[in-house]
């Protein structure tokens, strides 16, 4: 065992070293190496250097980058970078969101498309990992300037993607406008209505049902599942929610479906605590309507809510918390604070939201942790959902998909629950949802040869 952990951390380092300045890569390769050495002792031929397994898994298949110009309603032109990192197909075509966010460059992205290697791999679904994005910033920008930024941007990307290579979907900053404008660029350039190359379509014209809900709903599922395993439900539970954006809203209506509390929401500039819970339709009518800031929803709300600037969302005591915003967002001392709230359960609908050192305190501290590469799988699961209906010509009715995310959720739980309890780690999904996509994605690139 002591071979294979000085095997991985030189492995590790060789990685830092030759992808300097992209902290959240190398944080996100650092968690999946951490939990392997168990795996090289009972499996020896994934530890085998002449296939070099490990090695070929933690670099990208490929790394795309691009110019993207655009010009905005008074004629200046802009100039962003685009970024699609096809990172691993064995067991599919790439799949995973485009991210438009000043944040993005090549470290995130590339992050983020290590992390959907395994988060695909655990849907059970027949998809590869990818993911993309621009550090353009769709907010405060009217509709022709987003318009003319995304057909910038699949102007050069269509010549990468297909239904059968690599199938993009949305993320932050990508709803169902900017999927719309994308979706359309394709089709103008390629003159093929080709449904299954974008997920995320409106269901007018390709899209599934349920797919803005999917990512919330199934952090939800996730979340119930590991309490279920513990002999407890999430009704009468207090929840407490970070972020407003797309995975916010509909954790929290699915949290409410369930008989759960929300009792929080937030943005950049600070947090909402609304005593009686949140009025949804209100939240909704603000952000996805008129494009606000949870502020406001403060202020029309009522005596209940109350909007706190700055502030960390992790100070309201809950009885489970759904950190939904952006990566690292739930440090050490926001862990101490939920702990000494009470919280039962967190689980992550964002992509790596909490720091390593959260992670451990929850953990010692007895509290059912949802990895992102689980919990938040429901997203791209109906997006694979979707690739299936644009194959058949079909479109599957709501409760059919519901009925269908729901098992797939069940599923991802059983297998990190019980991988975690082969490998000596009873209760730690983490290490179960790290190893389970890992040996689905390792098993798949032995058999097809060094590629």
């Known amino acids: 065992m002591k071979d294979q952990k000085d095997r991985l951390e030189a492995l590790r380092a060789d990685i830092e070293r030759r992808n300097p300045a992209q902290p959240e890569f190398h944080q996100a390769v650092r968690e999946v190496l951490e939990t392997l050495a168990p795996v090289f002792a009972a499996r020896p031929e994934y530890a085998d250097p002449a296939v070099a397994l490990v090695e070929r898994l933690t670099e990208p298949e490929r790394q795309i980058l691009f110019r993207v110009p655009w010009q905005d309603d008074r004629g200046r032109v802009h100039v ?21 966010h000043p944040s993005v460059d090549i470290g995130v992205v590339k992050f983020l498309g290590f992390e959907q290697i395994f988060k695909n791999a655990l849907t059970g679904l027949g998809i590869g990992g990818g993911k993309g994005g621009s550090d353009f910033d769709p907010h405060g920008k009217s509709d022709a300037e987003v318009m003319r930024f995304c057909q910038s941007f699949m102007t050069e990307l269509h010549r990468h993607i297909g239904e059968h290579t690599d199938v993009p979907a949305g993320d932050i900053g990508v709803g169902g406008r900017e999927i719309g404008y994308l979706f359309g660029q394709y ?35 996730f979340a119930a599942e590991m309490l279920a395993v513990r002999g407890e439900a999430l009704d009468g539970l207090s929840a407490v929610v970070s972020g407003s954006g797309n995975v916010a809203l509909y954790t929290i209506e699915k949290l409410q479906r369930l008989g759960a509390n929300p009792l929080t929401c937030s943005d950049s500039e600070g947090y909402v605590v609304d005593d009686k819970g949140i009025d949804l339709a209100l939240l909704k009518q603000i952000k996805e309507v008129e494009r606000g800031r949870v502020s406001e929803y403060a202020a029309r709300r009522g005596s209940s809510a109350r909007f706190v600037s700055g502030g960390r969302v992790w100070d309201v005591p809950a009885d489970v918390a759904f950190p939904s915003a952006t990566q690292n967002e739930l440090e050490a001392r926001d862990a101490r604070a939920l702990v000494a709230g009470g919280v039962k359960a967190v689980s992550e609908g964002a992509n790596m939201p909490t720091t390593p050192e959260a992670v451990r305190i929850l953990q010692e501290a007895g509290v059912a942790f949802g990895p992102g590469k689980a919990a938040n799988a429901g997203g791209v699961a109906v997006s694979a959902l979707e690739m299936a209906q644009n194959a058949g010509r079909v479109a599957w009715s709501e409760q059919r998909v519901e009925d269908e995310l729901a098992g797939i959720m069940r599923s991802i739980h059983t297998v990190a629950h019980e991988t975690a309890e082969r490998y000596g780690a009873p ?25």
């Not at 699609?84 to 969101?97: D, H, T």
């Not at 996509?437 to 058999?447: C, I, K, S």
């Open 80 to 100: 962003n970078r685009g970024y699609r990192v096809e990172f691993n197909s064995a067991l599919g075509p790439y799949k995973g969101g485009l991210r438009f």
């Open 427 to 451: 209760g730690d999904y983490v290490v179960g949802a790290n190893i389970a996509g890992f040996e689905r994605v390792a098993d798949a690139m032995l058999a097809q040869g060094v590629i």
């Open 187 to 221: 089709r103008r350039i390629t003159n093929r209505w080709e449904a299954g190359v974008l997920t995320g379509k409106g269901q007018g014209w390709g899209g599934s049902a349920i797919r803005p809900q999917a990512t919330g709903y199934g952090s939800v599922l």
